[in-house]
């Protein structure tokens, strides 16, 4: 059984098989989350998004991903997700869940069970965070890809910010199981995700 998680923490020690970068389509490393990664992972994470093929100078196109080594991170794993721009690019929802869509897909390709999320498009990108995370959760509760199952997905959410406001429980961590398929399930998380500001200690 697969199961969603809500974690206070960093995505830089997470110790999952990979984690998720919200990369830029260059793939050189960035602001917010991007530059986080690439700072706790060393130069070797660079060295990896180097070697990722480029056409024009874009190695990730928008709405897809990329899998590279991580560097000095405990993660196995880094996948590169390149998510739209809010008011930007065209179609915004579908392209946020097909980014969704391709790391997971990577992560069932590499065998890899434990994935861990930061929020795609919600930094500079302008993504609003109560829709994308009903995005992202519909997505995992829904899809009907038997691939998904058995893999545990985190979201990574601000520190400080207690999941007891929202579910009345002293946890830093909830784990919610998939197989509930329910609306109210999704309504909470978000709720919590959108009073967390959906992510952890950068500000975004």
Same mark, same amino acid.
């Given at each position: 059984?697969?199961?969603?998680?809500?974690?206070?923490?960093?995505?830089?020690?997470?110790?999952?098989?990979?984690?998720?970068n919200?990369?830029?389509?260059?793939? $050189?490393?960035?602001?917010?989350?991007?530059?986080?990664?690439?700072?706790?992972?060393?130069p070797?994470?660079?060295?990896? *998004?180097?070697?990722?093929? %480029?056409?024009?100078?874009i190695?990730? =196109?928008?709405?897809?991903?990329?899998?590279?080594?991580?560097?000095?991170?405990p &993660?196995?794993?880094?996948?590169?997700?390149?998510? =739209?721009?809010?008011?930007?690019?065209?179609? =915004?929802?579908?392209?946020?869940?097909?980014?969704?869509?391709?790391? $997971?897909?990577?992560?069932?390709?590499?065998? $890899?069970? #434990? !994935?861990?999320?930061?929020?795609?498009? *919600?930094?500079?990108?302008?993504?609003?965070l109560?829709?994308?995370?009903? !995005?992202?959760?519909?997505?995992?509760?829904?899809?009907?890809?038997?691939?998904?199952?058995?893999?545990?997905?985190?979201?990574?959410?601000?520190?400080? !910010?207690?999941?007891?406001?929202?579910?009345?429980?002293?946890?830093?961590?909830?784990?919610? %199981?998939?197989?509930?398929? #329910?609306?109210?399930? *999704?309504?909470? !998380?978000? #709720? *919590?995700?959108?009073? &967390?500001?959906?992510?952890?200690?950068?500000?975004?």
């Amino acid at each position: 059984m697969n199961n969603i998680t809500l974690i206070e923490g960093d995505i830089t020690t997470a110790k999952v098989d990979v984690i998720v970068n919200a990369a830029n389509p260059m793939m $050189l490393g960035g602001g917010g989350v991007d530059g986080a990664i690439h700072k706790a992972a060393g130069p070797r994470l660079l060295e990896a *998004c180097l070697k990722a093929q %480029s056409i024009n100078g874009i190695r990730c =196109p928008t709405g897809e991903a990329r899998i590279t080594d991580s560097g000095n991170l405990p &993660a196995k794993k880094v996948i590169h997700a390149v998510g =739209p721009r809010y008011r930007i690019d065209k179609n =915004p929802r579908l392209v946020l869940a097909n980014t969704y869509t391709a790391c $997971l897909d990577l992560a069932i390709s590499n065998e $890899l069970k #434990s !994935i861990a999320f930061p929020a795609i498009s *919600c930094g500079s990108y302008g993504y609003p965070l109560h829709e994308a995370a009903t !995005i992202a959760l519909l997505l995992f509760v829904w899809h009907k890809n038997d691939g998904y199952l058995g893999r545990n997905i985190g979201f990574l959410i601000k520190p400080n !910010i207690s999941l007891t406001r929202t579910f009345q429980t002293p946890s830093k961590e909830m784990t919610f %199981s998939l197989g509930l398929h #329910s609306i109210e399930l *999704c309504r909470a !998380i978000t #709720s *919590c995700f959108h009073l &967390a500001g959906f992510f952890q200690n950068i500000r975004i």
